[in-house]
């Protein structure tokens, strides 16, 4: 199937038949409820959702709450990871008689619901950013021990057997032999970890949070604010696919001698056949430092502002709400229905 | 003698979990009114199953989750077999669709179509099987592309065609990939119902939780914590029973 892709050399050509689906989506999406196929109320046009996603970065914070959202992420991710990666070594490498005996009890907890636990953690650590941190740490951590503890068990034998006939030292073994020949297997937990957790988190801040971008879809839904829950939609659906499409492409990147693994052909599409250049290191380490600021000020900001003044909040989004004129137009349109109803009853 | 002993200790590790759980919490080293000891919460799952309100909560969670889960074997399974690679032109097409949706997160679908058709039933099995549905379809279509294709071959020499050389050699060969992405989806299937049913719901374990926490009965929510996490422990056993009954020639590894 690659094969057929390679032959298209018109590369403009490959990308309208490619994303000619999703356009047809888009377009329907436009199409049917003007049309009134659709009731518009519920599925506003997509124009309309654009006009929204455009109104909120700029006028409201959807960058900050954005950032808030993948910094939670990312602080999850490095709390799970810093756990995760260091037991699993030690179990899959020297403990792994002690791996197996304890695989039942880990089986349990891995079963153990972030959800069912939510409310164990608050009271532990309180309706603050710990809890989220919790949620996200706690389905991070298994499937990255579990890939750690399997990815050092099944490394070639043969590498370490070399390694011991050379008398290295057991820090040398894990640094030069244990750790890089289980990376490409503890990346992939990595990323599971990071796909599930972001899954996870939208749910939490919708359950229980102040900001980000899942509390931007709970509040426009609670308050029938429809255009922009769809706005909010789109934008966690744009983040899911960035964020993964990234971590695919630094999985190719950083472990370029294997072949690439993902099902679908955008993987195999571009071969990598290098590592990271270090203008790239360098711009990931930017972003990445850069939303942990913004997010921690910001998760920081809306816990103070919270205790302090939430009432406060709370009056401004109400006004920020009543100037907002679509809000004022489907009250209009609410009205109109019912006055439609009403007809129809007649 | 050894795989015994194994046992043993497997069990025994359980145990002193348990034993350190209701020593730490009876012994006041962690606050026991947040963490009440293990055999408290035994107690209250005792009475919480006499009273009946268990059972009737978990029948009703069990049968969402189920629903939704075998909606989404029954519709990954050919979505992953149609997206294999045997329609080059319709892989292209439908690939880049196919990435935004299952990047479209349940609880977006959650709140839209509660929209359309209300706080039912509807919405809480529909988030389970579109979760569900995405493991499935994807070790499928990562089983047709990483298929030994010599077996085939000796299939089609051996005079196998059409639906014969699907059923005989296609489809076992795909089978423990498939079977992957199912064990995924089990798992995934107990998390979203829990967080579907704590968002929306008047009966079902999450709403047991959700109602537990607030009526501050802690104990309550440890042990419909247990009850689900075995509830899902149960059912990827079920799940791995049949894939050894189903794929017994096949070194699972």
Redesign the interface.
């Known amino acids: 199937m690659h094969e057929e892709i390679y032959e298209i050399k018109n590369y403009f050509q490959y990308y309208i038949l490619r994303y000619s689906g999703v356009i047809l989506i888009l377009v329907l999406w436009q199409i049917l409820p003007e049309v009134g196929l659709l009731d518009s109320q519920f599925i506003p046009p997509f124009s309309e959702v654009v006009v929204q996603l455009c109104e909120l970065t700029l006028k409201s914070e959807l960058m900050v709450h954005v950032a808030v959202s993948l910094w939670r992420v990312i602080m999850g991710l490095i709390i799970a990871a810093a756990a995760a990666i260091p037991l699993g070594l030690l179990l899959g490498g020297w403990l792994t008689r002690a791996a197996d005996i304890v695989n039942p009890l880990f089986r349990i907890f891995s079963q153990v619901n972030p959800f069912s636990l939510m409310p164990i953690f608050i009271l532990f650590f309180g309706i603050g950013e710990a809890a989220k941190l919790a949620v996200v740490a706690w389905v991070c951590l298994w499937p990255i021990l579990y890939n750690t503890v399997s990815g050092v068990r099944r490394l070639d034998p043969v590498l370490i057997k070399t390694a011991m006939s050379m008398n290295t030292s057991k820090f040398e073994m894990l640094k030069k032999v244990v750790i890089p020949g289980a990376a490409p297997s503890i990346f992939l937990g990595l990323r599971i970890g990071v796909e599930m957790s972001f899954f996870m988190l939208i749910s939490a801040e919708m359950i229980g949070a102040t900001a980000g971008v899942g509390w931007l879809f709970h509040n426009s839904a609670m308050n029938n604010q429809i255009p922009r829950m769809y706005a909010a939609g789109v934008c966690i659906v744009i983040l899911g696919i960035v964020l993964n499409r990234f971590l695919i492409y630094s999985q190719n990147k950083l472990f370029f001698w294997k072949g690439s693994t993902h099902v679908f052909s955008f993987a195999a599409w571009k071969k990598n056949v290098s590592g990271f250049s270090k203008i790239q290191l360098l711009f990931v380490v930017v972003v990445v430092s850069a939303v942990i600021a913004v997010g921690s000020y910001a998760a920081h900001v809306s816990k103070v502002s919270d205790i302090n003044s939430n009432s406060s909040v709370q009056m401004k989004h109400m006004q920020m709400d009543k100037k907002e004129h679509d809000h004022m137009n489907m009250d209009k349109m609410d009205k109109n229905k019912t006055h439609d109803y009403m007809n129809m009853d007649k | 003698m050894k795989c015994k002993k ?1 046992t043993f ?3 025994l ?2 145990f002193i ?1 348990i034993a350190v759980w209701e020593a730490a919490s009876r012994l006041e080293i962690v606050n026991s009114l ?2 009440p000891p293990f055999s408290s919460v035994i107690l209250a799952l005792k009475d919480m199953f006499v009273s009946g309100n268990l059972a009737a909560n978990a029948g009703i969670s069990i049968e969402r989750a189920l629903t939704g889960f075998i909606i989404s074997v029954v519709v990954g399974i050919p979505l992953g077999y149609l997206l294999g ?1 045997w329609f ?2 319709v ?7 196919i ?2 949706f299952s ?6 679908l959650f ?2 179509l509660i ?2 058709s209300g706080i039912g039933e509807i919405p809480k099995i529909a988030v389970i099987a579109w ?1 569900c549905t995405w493991p499935i379809m ?1 070790n499928t ?2 089983g047709i ?1 990483h298929m030994d294709y010599s077996v085939i071959k000796a299939g089609s020499g051996f005079g196998l065609e059409g639906w014969k050389l699907f059923w005989k050699v296609g489809m076992p060969s795909i089978l423990p990939s498939v079977f992957v992405g199912i064990r995924i989806s089990g ?1 995934y299937s ?2 979203m119902l ?2 579907a049913e ?2 929306g719901a008047s009966s079902g374990l ?1 709403w047991l ?1 959700l109602n ?2 607030e009526n501050y009965a ?1 104990r309550n ?2 042990a ?2 247990i009850v ?3 509830l ?2 149960f059912l ?1 056993i079920i799940i791995q029973f049949v894939e050894n009954k189903l794929l017994g020639h096949v070194s699972v590894s």
Not at chain 2, 103 to 108: E, G, T
């Open positions: 194994d200790y497997k069990f590790v359980v979990f947040f963490i690679g080059s032109k892989n292209l097409v439908a690939e880049p669709v990435e935004i990047q479209i997160n349940p609880f977006i709140h839209v929209l359309f979760t994807f279509v990562y592309k798992g107990f998390f829990i967080a704590m968002m999450g939780i537990n926490q802690i929510i440890f419909a914590a689900i996490a075995f899902g422990l990827d």
